[in-house]
C-alpha cells in the first residue's frame, strides 16, 4: 500500500490529527495496539452496561452556540457532529462538611461560594476578571487555524491581527500560572482550596503548577456554551472522529501492535508491525507517550543522547485506581451524574486516594445501562510503583479501591447493596489497557519550569501528538495538538479547505 502519513495510536489527538490530514488529501492510516479505538478515552461494555474508561466531562460539543472547543472544530471541518444533553449545575464538590454545586455560569457559582464564604466570593470574582480577560483575548483565534511552525506568524498577521494584539497584551499572564494570579487576588483559605482543586481536575497539578491559559479557557467556555454529554458516551466521539477520518479515505487497523518506527540516516522511513509487516511512509506520528515513543517506538541511537536524556528525565503524573459499577437505581431518581469528593482537607489534593472523581453518565443516556440501572466510574490517582500482579494483588486491588467507595458513599449511602457488576483498574490495568508509561495521566510540566514539548522531534519526518505534547493534558488539549500537527505538515492553503 502507499501511504503518506502513518499515525501510531487512535487517542483522540491521533485521531484528530488523522481526520484532519485525510481531509487535506494525504493518505493517512492509523495503527491502533488495542482491539477497540480512542486511547485513554475509549468506552467497553460488560453484562449491557457501558462504561467510560476516562474523560466523561465535556464542553461545547453541540450546535446550540459557536464552539471554541478544538475537538467541535475538527468535527465541524471532517463533517461530523455529536448529539449532546446539557446539564446544569456540572457537579458537586464534596469537602469534609461541605457539599458544594458548581454553576457553569460564574455568577451562580460565585452566589454559592458567597454562601459559604462572602469574602471569598469577591476575591473570587477578581481572579476571575483576570483570567476572563485571558480568555477574551485568546478565543478569537480558532485553534483550527493554528500550526506549530513558522508559517503560524503570517496566519496570525493576515487573518487575526487584532486579537493578536490582545494576546500580546496578555503575554505576562500567559507565560505564568493559575497561582501566581490567585496569590494577586485571593486570600481566603477556602476559595484557595477550590481554585486548587479546579487546577488539578483539570492538568493533575494544582494551581502553581498549572498554566494560566488552560484555565482561562476552561472558565471562558464553561459559562459561555455550559457543559453537556454526548449521547453514547466517549465512544460516540471517538466514532466520530473515525468516521471522519473514513469519510476522507483514511484508514484505522485495530489489533495492529507497533513494535518499532524504523529510522534510516536520521530520517523515518516506516514501522515495523509485532506481526513482522514492514510498512513504508515518509511521515510518521505518534501518539504514544513520549517515555513510550522514545524508550520502546525507537532505538536508543535514534535519538541525539543529550535530547533523548532529557526528554526521559519528564517528571509523570500519577496514574488511577478506577472503579467500575453496575448499580440498581431504585430510588435514585434525583441523582446527579457529576461528583467529587475530597475525604481530608488537611492532606494534598494529590495524595493517593484522598481526591475521587465519580461519574455517573447514565444519568443522561439511559441507554448507557440496562433498564432500572446505572453505570458508575470512579476513580483516583494511585502511584503505579509498587504494584505486582502477584498472590497480593487481588487483596491489594479491593483494599486500595475503599477510598473510592467511601467516596461513593457520601453520594450514594447504600452503594455497597446496590452493586450488581464491579471491575477494579489498577495502574497495571491503566498501563496494560492504554500501553502507558506506568499507566500514567501524562507528563507533570508545572507552569514555569519548562513547557510541553511541540509535535516535532530531531528525526525528520517524525511526529508526536498527544497529551505529552502541547498544549498538554486533557481532550481540548490533545484535539489541539492534532491540529497544530495535521496542519504543519500541510501548506496554509491546504488548511484553508
Not at 476522507?248 to 487497523?253: A, C, N, P, R, V
Request: aromatic share 8%.
Amino acid at each position: 500500500m502507499t501511504i503518506d502519513v502513518i499515525i501510531i495510536g487512535s487517542g483522540i489527538g491521533g485521531l484528530t490529527a488523522g481526520a484532519l490530514l485525510a481531509k487535506y488529501g494525504q493518505k493517512v492510516a492509523i495503527f491502533e495496539s488495542h482491539t477497540i479505538a480512542g486511547g485513554a478515552a475509549h468506552s467497553f461494555s460488560r453484562q449491557g452496561f457501558h462504561f467510560d474508561s476516562g474523560p466523561s466531562f465535556y464542553c461545547g460539543l453541540g450546535h446550540n452556540k459557536p464552539s471554541l472547543n478544538p475537538l467541535k472544530q475538527v468535527l465541524d471541518l471532517v463533517g461530523e457532529s455529536l448529539e449532546v444533553v446539557p446539564y446544569d449545575p456540572l457537579g458537586y464538590y464534596h469537602f469534609p462538611g461541605v457539599k458544594f454545586p458548581v454553576f457553569s455560569d460564574l455568577y451562580q457559582y460565585r452566589q454559592a461560594v458567597a454562601k459559604i464564604t462572602k469574602q471569598g466570593a469577591r476575591e473570587l470574582e477578581s481572579f476571575e476578571s483576570i483570567m476572563l480577560g485571558l480568555y477574551d483575548s485568546l478565543k478569537d483565534i480558532p485553534t483550527i487555524d493554528l500550526r506549530a511552525d513558522w508559517q503560524l506568524i503570517p496566519i496570525l498577521i493576515s487573518r487575526h491581527f487584532p486579537a493578536l494584539i490582545k494576546t500580546l497584551l496578555q503575554v505576562g499572564i500567559i507565560n505564568g500560572s493559575v497561582g501566581d494570579v490567585m496569590d494577586k487576588t485571593v486570600k481566603d483559605p477556602w476559595v484557595r482550596r477550590l481554585i486548587n482543586l479546579e487546577c488539578f481536575l483539570l492538568s493533575g497539578l494544582k494551581a502553581h503548577g498549572t498554566v494560566a491559559p488552560e484555565v482561562a479557557f476552561m472558565l471562558g467556555e464553561r459559562t459561555r456554551a455550559g457543559v453537556e454529554y454526548p449521547f453514547g458516551g466517549s465512544a460516540a466521539i471517538v466514532n466520530a472522529l473515525i468516521r471522519g477520518l473514513k469519510r476522507w479515505g483514511g484508514d484505522l487497523y485495530l489489533n495492529n501492535h507497533v513494535e518499532k518506527i524504523i529510522v534510516k540516516s536520521g530520517r523515518v522511513a516506516g514501522i515495523k508491525l509485532k506481526k513482522g509487516d514492514l510498512i513504508e511512509a515518509p511521515i510518521v506520528i505518534s501518539n504514544a507517550t513520549l517515555w513510550d515513543t522514545y524508550n520502546n517506538l525507537l532505538a536508543t541511537e535514534d535519538l541525539p543522547k543529550s535530547y533523548r536524556y532529557k526528554a526521559l528525565k519528564t517528571e509523570a503524573v500519577d496514574s488511577f485506581m478506577h472503579l467500575h459499577l453496575g448499580i440498581k437505581a431504585e430510588g435514585l431518581e434525583e441523582i446527579t451524574g457529576h461528583h467529587v469528593v475530597v475525604h481530608d482537607s488537611n492532606k494534598d489534593l494529590a495524595e493517593p486516594g484522598n481526591t475521587c472523581m465519580i461519574s455517573i453518565p447514565s444519568v443522561w443516556d439511559k441507554n448507557l445501562a440496562p433498564s432500572g440501572h446505572y453505570t458508575i466510574h470512579a476513580y483516583s490517582l494511585e502511584p503505579y510503583q509498587g504494584w505486582k500482579k502477584n498472590e497480593e494483588y487481588a487483596q491489594k486491588k479491593k483494599q486500595r479501591s475503599q477510598s473510592l467507595y467511601k467516596a461513593l458513599e457520601k453520594v450514594i449511602p447504600d452503594i455497597r447493596q446496590r452493586v450488581v457488576l464491579e471491575l477494579i483498574g489498577t495502574p497495571l490495568t491503566h498501563s496494560r489497557f492504554l500501553r502507558r508509561y506506568q499507566g500514567t495521566y501524562g507528563p507533570a510540566i508545572a507552569a514555569g519550569q519548562g513547557m510541553f514539548p511541540s509535535c516535532h522531534t530531531p528525526i525528520k519526518g517524525l511526529y508526536r501528538v498527544g497529551d505529552s505534547t502541547l498544549p498538554g493534558i486533557g481532550v481540548p488539549a490533545v484535539a489541539a495538538s492534532g491540529i497544530l500537527c495535521a496542519n504543519s505538515l500541510v501548506s496554509p492553503q491546504i488548511m484553508g479547505v
